[in-house]
């Protein structure tokens, strides 16, 4: 079985205010005035609280997730509103079903939403999305980490966070990863400006 988590990185932040409004349970590593969030409300699966940061935090972030190490999924926020989603591969074709079989799945946090698309979806840039939603990255480079084929979802997660300039804290952890982990000694040396926000 592969990684499963989700966390929430918020671009320009204030460190007193991301502690002030991040969901009890979580962890938080600081990264410049970058944040990323480790909630236990998204352990679920599917990003819950990073819309609702962004809303409180007058700011833009993205949620990312994996699934089993298997796909990679994206929501971006700014200020409550959801600008940009995707998932890398497209879970239709992962699980191998139509569209119109998609609302049977629960595929809640996986970017899509089974809806048959459009015409002009030929025109769709989900890497330049991706760039103009969080303000920031380099669109050729999240090009690039979207389409190159990759073993694991991680692996892509990597790619994706060097792409848009975010803190490499976010791959590969979770609230749960890090609450079982919490009492290695090694595990601050690994992310630096790691806190744990309680209730």
Same mark, same amino acid.
């Given at each position: 079985?592969?990684? +499963? ?9 204030? =460190? ?13 590593? +600081?990264?410049?005035? !970058?944040?990323?969030? +480790?909630?236990?409300?998204?352990? =679920? ?9 962004? &809303?409180?935090?007058?700011? /833009? ?5 994996? &699934?089993?190490?298997?796909? $990679? ?6 200020? *409550? ?14 699980? *191998? ?14 970017? *899509?939403?089974? #809806? #048959?698309?459009?015409?002009?979806? !030929?025109?769709? !840039?989900?890497? /330049?999305? $991706?760039? /103009?939603?969080?303000? @920031?990255?380099?669109?050729? =480079?999240?090009?690039?980490?979207? /389409?190159?084929?990759?073993? +694991?979802?991680?692996? @892509? ?10 803190? @490499?804290?976010?791959?590969?952890? *979770? &609230? ?7 009492? !290695? ?10 806190? @744990?926000? #309680?209730?």
């Amino acid at each position: 079985m592969g990684n +499963f988590y989700v966390n929430v990185t918020l671009v320009d932040v204030r =460190a007193d205010e991301v502690r002030r409004q991040a969901p009890r349970p979580s962890f938080v590593a +600081f990264d410049g005035a !970058d944040a990323v969030v +480790f909630a236990a409300a998204d352990d =679920a699966g599917a990003p819950v609280t990073g819309a609702g940061l962004t &809303h409180a935090l007058g700011c /833009a972030g993205i949620s990312i997730g994996v &699934h089993d190490d298997d796909i $990679l999924f994206w929501e971006v926020h700014r200020q *409550g509103e959801t600008l940009a989603t995707g998932a890398v591969p497209d879970p239709a074709e992962y699980f *191998g079903v139509d569209l119109a079989d998609l609302d049977t799945l629960d595929l809640d946090g996986f970017g *899509g939403d089974g #809806e #048959e698309p459009d015409e002009d979806d !030929d025109d769709v !840039d989900p890497a /330049a999305d $991706l760039v /103009a939603a969080l303000g @920031r990255g380099d669109v050729d =480079a999240v090009r690039v980490a979207l /389409a190159t084929e990759q073993v +694991f979802a991680t692996d @892509r997660h990597v790619a994706l966070v060097e792409a848009l300039r975010l803190p @490499r804290a976010a791959v590969g952890w *979770g &609230h749960r990863y890090l609450a079982a982990d919490w009492a !290695d000694h090694d595990l601050g040396s690994r992310l630096p400006g790691l806190e @744990r926000l #309680e209730a």
